[in-house]
DNA sequence: ATGAAAGCGCTAACAA
DNA sequence: TTGTTAGCGCTTTCAT
């Protein structure tokens, strides 16, 4: 037998009340007044006999747990960022926050973890082109709210929390644009296991929209990750053009892109920052300041997509009523300026 | 009144036993024998009905949670290495993580989430030189098993994972040493909120004992971390002593320290690689395949110290008779060599 | 080997 | 306004 709970009934019967006094008490039941001299007694002898409810037992007769589950690949650093937000939000409302990582737990199995747990709701970090028709299903045909970061984007059944790009595109070249005479070269850097989605859609057209207001010739280039031929004769076309005057800037849409060019100037001995600007449209490496010289890029706000997933989880919660509203929650991604551009 | 759960007494009905029957099978209570065609009705039963235990319910009767809590610094992408250990370890025990961000929690709050979910045991990754001895009160007068990483390195009674920060050292030194005729010089950064601690100590003196036992003389530098002007000067005077045929090595204690290396030498016209090894004995920015040339790191093994700390708690879980036993448990760095040494 | 029954601590409907 | 009571779904004696 482990040590004595401190339950409510001890502490009914510390402050000379019934239970359902202190729970009233507690959880401020609507419709039930408690007069002022109970209630003193009340929290007094909570605070006496450091009294805590059974998150348990409450959830038990409330079918709620207090705590909503947090989806995502727990080997990307931004999943981190999204969790911090998640759990500040969540400690707000006094709820607690599940980890799912993805690595062993496929999104089915999260159902399961709904009548197990009782969770009152899921977050979900997914890649930019995600989108699981399956789990619309079930989501569907249950009543537990959803949210996505980043992905769903075509699914307006769903609640995500969106980032738009092509705002962040147009704001990178803005930036860039304010010194005279820049030649913005936009690189879209692809990787096999991503496919061409919305979000690059979204960056190379801003890009190309923003060339034509502006009257600039636009080159659009599509390079492989780990194509560093095709990076270094990018670099050397430059060289060659450079019967013009303008500087040339190049924008690429991943900030992990940043590192293959920063290596091919270095070979070819270009200096970025003088002979050669460069700006990453993200930040998903995080490595703005590590790199030499340090990068511009655009920082899209992870940590306040967390907490944005939260709240719209909780107006889930809350109105429980049917009501059309947009499902489509969108961030800005915010300028951090480097020496790079 | 929202939708009917599947209960254990649906299943009961349904196999046509009775609760205690399905308990049995579920839990495999021993001392109690079930007959094989009853076990293979009930598992069936579970199926159809699509059956989950109710965790609430169940940790109600129990007294437990089969949750663990995590608790450390939500900026910290170590953090989410941890994390992912721990999550990974727990899903083999059928356990899930709650986390604990401790922006907003402090240590003692934990005491409370302890109480009100009954969590099983607490996982809390500190720094390295943490320790704080109410907390330490708090626990041994509870029964709430804890373990730390990188904490409490010097409090026997508390259960912590540790890096043999010495032998990060050794490793880094000998892997630099195998070609001949180098100088490896020591780079302490310092920071003004990290006083200098155990591992600082231990890394120091593996490099003084190093160099003794390979008759080397020893160049031991503190530098601050903003201190652009001292890693400057360190540069140059390893140029003064350029009539020595060896080649120089920086071996850092925090990768982040590697920034400010090539930062300076990129100023000065140093070729790091060739006029200039680097190696960090540590990998805490995780900026390895970042740097222009990769960097040497000695990596540490947060993801399986996060498992370790799952298992740890475990232990303590199981056997709850007070054994006599190591409370520290060692880890190794593992070299990831990359173009700077 | 199996079933009946007693709670775990809480909340909410109802009775006073 | 206050107190009584009936479960929530499970595990675990204790009889059978």
Redesign the pocket.
């Known amino acids: 037998m482990s040590i ?9 019967k510390k402050a ?9 008490v ?2 401020g ?1 609507p ?5 002022a ?3 003193e007694a009340v929290l007094k002898a909570i605070q006496e006999l450091n ?4 998150a ?3 959830g ?4 709620k747990s207090y705590c909503i589950a947090a989806f995502g690949d727990m080997r990307s650093p931004l999943f981190l960022q999204v969790l911090e937000g998640i759990q500040h939000a969540c400690a707000e409302y006094g709820y607690h926050v599940l980890l799912s990582g993805n690595q062993n737990l496929a999104l089915s199995q999260l159902t399961d973890l709904y009548l197990q747990r009782r969770i009152d709701g899921i977050i979900s970090h997914d890649s930019v082109n995600y989108s699981d028709d399956g789990w619309v299903g079930e989501l569907s045909a249950s009543p537990l709210p959803f949210v996505s970061i980043e992905g769903y984007a075509e699914e307006s059944e769903i609640v995500s929390i969106l980032v738009d790009y092509s705002r962040s595109v147009r704001e990178a070249l803005d930036y860039v644009n304010r010194r005279s005479d820049v030649l913005p070269i936009y690189v879209q850097f692809q990787e096999e296991s991503v496919k061409d989605n919305w979000a690059e859609r979204d960056r190379r057209e801003a890009y190309l929209q923003w060339c034509t207001d502006n009257k600039i010739q636009p080159s659009c280039n599509l390079v492989h990750l780990d194509d560093e031929q095709g990076v270094k004769q990018l670099l050397q076309s430059l060289t060659k053009s450079e019967g013009s005057t303008k500087l040339p800037v190049l924008l690429c849409n991943w900030s992990i892109g940043a590192v293959s060019i920063y290596r091919q100037a270095h070979r070819l001995g270009f200096h970025i920052g003088t002979d050669l600007l460069v700006m990453c449209a993200d930040h998903t490496l995080r490595n703005q300041m590590h790199m030499i010289p340090s990068l511009s890029v655009m920082d899209i706000p992870y940590v306040r997509m967390g907490e944005m997933a939260v709240h719209a989880i909780f107006e889930q919660i809350q109105h429980d009523d049917v009501e059309i509203k947009a499902n489509k929650l969108w961030v800005n991604a915010q300028l951090i300026p480097g020496e790079s551009a």
């Open positions: 004595k709970r401190v339950t409510s009934f001890d502490v009914a000379g009340v019934s239970r359902s006094v202190v729970s009233a507690l959880n039941t419709g039930i007044g408690v007069g001299e109970k209630r009294y805590q409810v059974d348990q037992a409450r038990m007769k409330t079918g």
